[in-house]
């Protein structure tokens, strides 16, 4: 078990293109996150799944993001059209639902730039 | 979402306990309290949580108010690498569960 990991680590982009990044999470993990952070922020909730199921999205999910976990396991989050404000640390978190409560494993996150 | 409100910063010596404060008056009956920390360029770490008991693990200890008003994370003999932003953040225990992060502690450790 190596932990969740996050593909890439760092992403730099032009503004308008498009940026797929890639969550793997410990693989009997059945809930996925996914939050953004920007800098001198906390991280900030966008969506969860259950399984292969996307239960709830924030917000913050606007149009121009997508995310997707196919068969439970991996989970992909899309950016169309990015724009200079997408710029943030986006984490990747995952945990095993047994019980009424439990702590979460996070990734080490993808640095998106737009410039 | 219940909030919580900690110090903005704190600082301690190298190899002293560290005591960081956590104040969540509007807490519920069913909200856990979770601990967690995040160092330079890295994604959070689970440090601890619990509901009413105090608990103990091998990173620290969560003492919790009678009231569960409020909630003391206790390093015990701080190093170095426990310089990071702390978060003291209620996880309710149905739904999604998400974390609402505040602004967190960030606790400076001097040698």
């Known amino acids: 078990d190596t932990g969740v990991s996050q593909d890439p680590r760092h992403k730099i982009t032009k503004r308008g293109q498009n940026v797929t990044f890639r969550c793997d999470p410990i693989?009997?993990?059945?809930?996925l996150y996914w939050y953004r952070q920007t800098l001198g922020q906390g991280p900030e909730f966008l969506t969860y799944f259950q399984n292969e199921a996307q239960l709830e999205k924030s917000r913050l999910l606007s149009d121009r993001f997508s995310a997707e976990r196919p068969k439970g396991s991996f989970s992909t989050l899309e950016i169309q059209r990015t724009e200079q404000g997408d710029s943030a640390m986006y984490l990747c978190?995952?945990?095993?639902?047994?019980?009424?409560?439990?702590?979460?494993?996070f990734g080490s996150g993808t640095r998106l730039t737009v410039v | 979402d219940a909030k919580t409100t900690q110090p903005n910063s704190m600082e301690s010596n190298e190899e002293e306990p560290v005591h960081l404060p956590c104040n969540h008056s509007?807490?519920?009956?069913?909200?856990?309290i979770h601990w967690y920390r995040q160092l330079p360029s890295q994604g959070p770490e689970y440090v601890i949580h619990?509901?009413?008991s105090n608990v103990n693990n091998r990173m620290a200890s969560l003492a919790i108010a009678e009231d569960r008003k409020s909630s003391t994370l206790i390093l015990h003999r701080a190093t170095l690498r426990d310089a990071a932003v702390y978060y003291c953040i209620l996880s309710v225990s149905q739904g999604a569960q998400k974390l609402v992060f505040g602004q967190g502690t960030r606790l400076t450790i001097n040698p």
């Open positions: 693989s009997e993990h059945n809930r």
């Open positions: 509007t807490i519920s009956g069913t909200d856990y």
């Open positions: 978190a995952s945990t095993l639902v047994k019980g009424p409560n439990y702590g979460y494993t």
């Open positions: 619990g509901l009413t």
